[in-house]
């Protein structure tokens, strides 16, 4: 990054949002672990340009604080406008079993492990690097129904 960032809630919170529908899904039982939900957050890549992004990065490495998770994206899909730093769903804030104070949301790619929660850390790499379960064999590009 050219221009690391630290971020408070408030500072994330009044950066310019964005409210989409998403069906988040577990790749372990798709048709009984799922839901519908209405998620508000900040494009990843707002936060992403905002930090300078350097040349040859190719993946974003999500930490999740709450127990030392990691998960991993392409930057190809962190730089698309609906790939969410979220603090909302269906209207109101994340609940602490939810994610709060922020989770990433990834439309149409497997939510329990792409959908990274207590989000505290976003780092950007030109290595390969593999994420708790895409180290494990889980697909790196999590795509939901060929999307």
Known sequence: MNNPLSLTYPELTSMPTK???DTIQC????????????????????????AGIQ???TKVILYGGADGYTSDLPLWKAMED???????????????????????????WWGGYKYVKWLVKITVSNENYLGYWESRGYPDVARKNGD
């Open 55 to 57: 040349s040859g990065a």
């Open 82 to 108: 609906d790939t969410l730093i979220a603090f909302m769903a269906d209207g109101q804030p994340l609940l602490r079993t939810h994610g709060y104070p922020v989770r990433l949301v990834v439309p149409r």
């Open 27 to 50: 790749v372990s039982d798709p048709y009984f672990l799922r839901a519908v939900v209405e998620w508000t957050g900040v494009p990843l890549k707002y936060v992403l340009n905002l």
């Open 19 to 21: 409210t989409i529908l």
